[in-house]
């Protein structure tokens, strides 16, 4: 990806065994690579010429995940945070109703403009420490969306009375409250997030 950023679009990459050479791999190593990166929409294939540098504007993208990674350029304050039985989303985990759960709610703000209320949920015996500094570590889900599998819903609402506010939209206003539920590699259920997003912010888009 470091090599092809800057190229124009339909520029040929090397041979298969070129970038074997010269990053010191095997061909199936870089076929592997430059498949995926095909199916992300980074190259091309012309099935009787090559495989070229893609345009940007296909690159394969979700914003709505892309906001659930840690954004270097966002604050994040937060809103609440409890230890508490969750009976609505123990099954999800495969925890009795009366076991603990993280309940955590914050707001994401981008130079000081409200753009998303997160509320997450998770077990609270995979915390070994309640202490306040692991908060942010506790709450960063970024290393499980990047190694296991998000599914999400998209909900379209009005925005909840207790969150009117804290987004700065009026009260009825309209957006789109997405669902996460992220597992890990081996599909165990880690955590669930709900954001709602605004609009005025927020833009959610798309490219598959």
């Known amino acids: 990806m470091e090599d092809i950023k800057d190229k124009p679009v339909s520029t040929p990459i ?19 690579a430059v498949n995926e990166l095909v199916s992300e ?3 091309y294939r012309n099935k009787n010429r090559g495989t070229f540098v893609a345009d940007h504007s296909l690159h394969k993208k979700n914003t709505a995940v892309d906001s659930f ?9 937060l809103i609440y945070f409890n230890v508490r039985a969750e009976p609505e989303y123990a099954s999800f985990f495969s925890i009795d109703q009366d076991d603990l759960m993280i ?5 994401m703000m981008e130079d000081g403009h409200p753009v998303t209320i997160e509320e997450i949920y998770y077990p609270y015996a995979r915390v070994h420490t309640m202490e306040v500094k ?8 970024t290393g499980y ?27 009825n206003t309209p957006i789109i409250m997405v669902e996460c539920t992220i597992r890990d590699m081996v599909g165990n259920m880690v955590a669930i997030a709900k954001m709602y997003h605004n609009p005025n912010e927020k833009v959610i888009e798309m490219t598959l």
């Open 145 to 171: 969306i990047e190694e296991g599998t998000v599914t999400q819903r998209f909900i379209p609402m009005l925005v909840p009375p207790e969150y009117s506010n804290l987004l700065n939209l009026e009260m």
């Open 103 to 107: 309940c955590a709610v914050r707001l």
């Open 134 to 141: 692991d908060l942010d570590e506790m709450l960063d889900m």
């Open 69 to 77: 990674l840690r954004q270097e350029n966002a604050d994040y304050k």
């Open 41 to 43: 929409g980074y190259l």
């Open 14 to 32: 090397d041979s298969e065994r070129e970038l074997a050479v010269k990053f010191d791999v095997s061909r199936m190593t870089v076929r592997k």
